[in-house]
């Protein structure tokens, strides 16, 4: 299987066999890659029944015993059900209005930031990301070289690792998983195993923290602590504490890299595209006036010198908060055209998720001339659909303006979000709070700066990280301040 950017040789094949689907086997197992938007939704849609189930990884599910995490549990089994209509509940849109003031509060922390220190700017991406993640699932508010993030990362590591494919024989020859740990050669068996105990111990941390802070009255509400209490009952079974440990796990694994990998992108593409940053600022200025430049204004002079580890004073930020929400209705940043289109652009130039996670049919299928057999491994390729010349003219030039309607375009161009978020029952549960998050970090980025290239440097030919999440390799930016 190609190891670098594997989406750009499977759209490839495809165009050189003109086929829609192309398929190959890895060992035993059947591939099937489908490159186009209508496949896609011929089978991962309309078909969801049957295609909505996930690969088995033997080394991680079994060995590291992960096969009741979201993210690779059956769909047939109920319990994945049960984790989807909770997630639905902690992350829609009626329960991210009530984390509104906590993303932009955090954004704007993100805006500074990159002021400040702009050479650090993935870093301060990370910081805003996992701050928000760990205090909407478990209340918990994060400070610099925090332990919960190291914790968090290293099970995002292990997972990695665990999960790499093509690397453990395990997955392609389930029979040798019963071979006795003490057995010669049965190193990756040792591994796994010690893998499992790792991160059984980095999911209960967070869990016993906040059962803790609740026990002694100190919490601040979550999505855990709401669901420990339900309805009013002093404590759930034991059975429904460890459903809400599963999706409490997921909400930091789903958004981690996710929806840092697209402010990584936006930022760096901000760079590279001045014209479309000018005409974002123009649109928040038409739209919010000059009481947030004011606030803006204010708040730079003020916090000028200080460095990220010295955060802003609490209480002043929270003042300063509160005018800023007097002043802006927050709902309005997620309505702003541009900006929004903005956000369309960068999920389509640079897709999070080039490959979405791979699917399994449960039941031999035909489609067209092709015999897509049971148990083969399903994948949309959500990159050539990005990048189809059919479906978005010109697909390497960064324009938001195919998703706005003007007298210079007749037709809006499909909305890219119903690729970049995944397919049929496995599509990302997410996508509401990953929007929500993407656009207050660019309005407030945009509002309080200007990127740009280091002077005297020519514009940098763009490269991209393979992973699960892809994003733009950074290169040197520029950051000031937006007079
Ligand atoms: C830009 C940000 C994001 C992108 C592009 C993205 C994309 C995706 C994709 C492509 C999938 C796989 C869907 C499939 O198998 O067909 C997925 C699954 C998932 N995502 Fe996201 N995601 C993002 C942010 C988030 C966030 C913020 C969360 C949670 C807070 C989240 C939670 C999940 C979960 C739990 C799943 C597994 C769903 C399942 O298997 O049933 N994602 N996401």
Request: charged share 20%; proline share 7%; aromatic share 10%.
């Given at each position: ?6 989406w750009?040789?499977?759209a ?5 066999y ?5 398929s190959?086997r ?5 591939i ?6 209508e ?10 029944d049957?295609?909505?189930d996930?690969p088995?990884?033997?080394m991680?599910?079994?060995?590291c ?7 690779n549990?059956?769909?047939s ?5 049960q984790y989807?209509k909770?997630?639905q ?5 009626r ?10 509060r955090e954004?704007r922390?993100?805006?500074?930031g990159l002021?400040?220190?702009?050479d650090?700017?993935v870093?301060?991406?990370q910081?805003?990301s ?20 190291q914790?968090?990362?290293?099970a ?8 790499e494919?093509?690397?453990?024989l395990?997955?392609?020859h389930?029979?040798i998983?019963?071979?006795?740990s ?13 893998w499992?105990d ?11 923290w ?5 026990e ?14 339900p309805d009013?009952r002093?404590?759930?079974?034991a059975?429904?504490e460890?459903?809400?440990?599963w999706?409490?796990g997921?909400?930091?694994a789903?958004?981690?890299?996710t929806?840092v990998?697209?402010?990584i992108?936006f930022?760096?593409?901000m ?19 000059d009481?947030?430049?004011?606030i803006l ?7 000028g ?7 802003p004073?609490?209480r ?5 908060h509160?005018e800023?929400q007097d002043?802006?209705?927050?709902s309005?940043?997620s309505?702003?055209?541009?900006l ?8 389509r130039f640079?897709?999070?998720?080039n490959?979405a ?5 449960t039941?031999?299928?035909?489609y067209g001339?092709y015999?897509?057999?049971k148990n083969?491994t ?11 010349p ?9 324009a ?5 309607r003007?007298q210079?375009?007749?037709?809006i ?17 997410g996508?509401?709070f990953?929007?929500t ?8 980025i ?14 940098p030919?763009?490269?991209y990280?393979?992973?699960i999440?892809?994003?733009i390799?950074?290169f ?6 937006r007079?």
């Open positions: 299987m190609p190891s670098c950017e594997p750009k040789t499977y490839r094949w495809g165009q050189d003109k086929a829609p689907v192309i190959f890895v060992y035993n197992r059947h099937v890659v489908l490159n186009t938007a496949s896609m939704t011929n089978l991962l849609e309309k078909k969801a049957i295609y909505s996930r088995m990884s033997w991680y599910n079994v060995i015993d992960r096969g009741k995490a979201i993210f549990i059956s769909s089994d109920p319990h994945h059900k989807r909770l997630l509940t902690g992350l829609g849109i329960a991210i209005r009530g984390y509104l003031p906590l993303i932009q954004s922390r993100l805006a500074q002021l400040q220190n702009p650090d700017f870093t301060h991406v910081r805003n996992a701050a928000v993640i760990m205090k909407v699932a478990f209340g918990y508010t994060i400070r610099d070289d925090d332990p919960f993030i914790v968090a990362n290293e995002s590591k292990i997972s990695g690792w665990a999960t494919p093509g690397r453990w395990v997955d392609h389930p029979i998983r019963f071979i006795p003490w057995f010669p050669g049965a190193g990756w068996k040792r591994q796994g195993l010690a499992r790792r991160l059984r111990y980095l999911a209960e941390i967070p869990h016993q906040i059962k803790e802070q609740m002694a009255g100190t919490h601040s509400e979550s999505f855990t602590s709401k669901l420990l209490r009013g002093e404590r759930c079974s059975e429904e460890e459903v809400i440990k999706c409490a997921a909400l930091y789903g958004a981690g890299d929806t990998a697209a402010i992108s930022i760096l593409l760079a590279l595209n001045p014209e479309v940053q000018k005409k974002a600022q123009q649109e928040i200025r038409d739209a919010f006036g009481a947030l430049w004011d204004e204010q708040e730079h002079h003020s916090t010198n200080m460095t990220m580890t010295q955060a004073p609490i002043r930020t929270e003042v300063r509160e800023l002043n802006v209705d927050l309005r940043i309505r702003l055209p541009y929004n289109a903005i956000m369309k652009e960068v999920l640079a897709p999070v998720g490959l996670l791979p699917h399994r049919v039941e031999e299928d035909t001339d015999r897509i057999p083969a399903v994948i949309g390729n959500v990159w050539a659909v990005m990048h189809d059919n479906m978005y003219p010109d697909p390497f030039t960064f938001p303006e195919r998703f706005i003007s210079f375009t007749s037709e161009q499909p909305d890219p979000r119903q690729w970049a978020f995944g397919f049929g029952k496995r599509a990302c549960p996508t509401h990953a929007e998050t993407m656009l207050f970090a660019m309005f407030n945009l509002s309080q700066s200007t990127i740009s290239l280091p002077k005297e440097t020519s514009r030919a763009l490269e990280t393979t992973g999440t892809s994003h390799k950074p040197p930016i520029v950051v000031e301040h007079n």
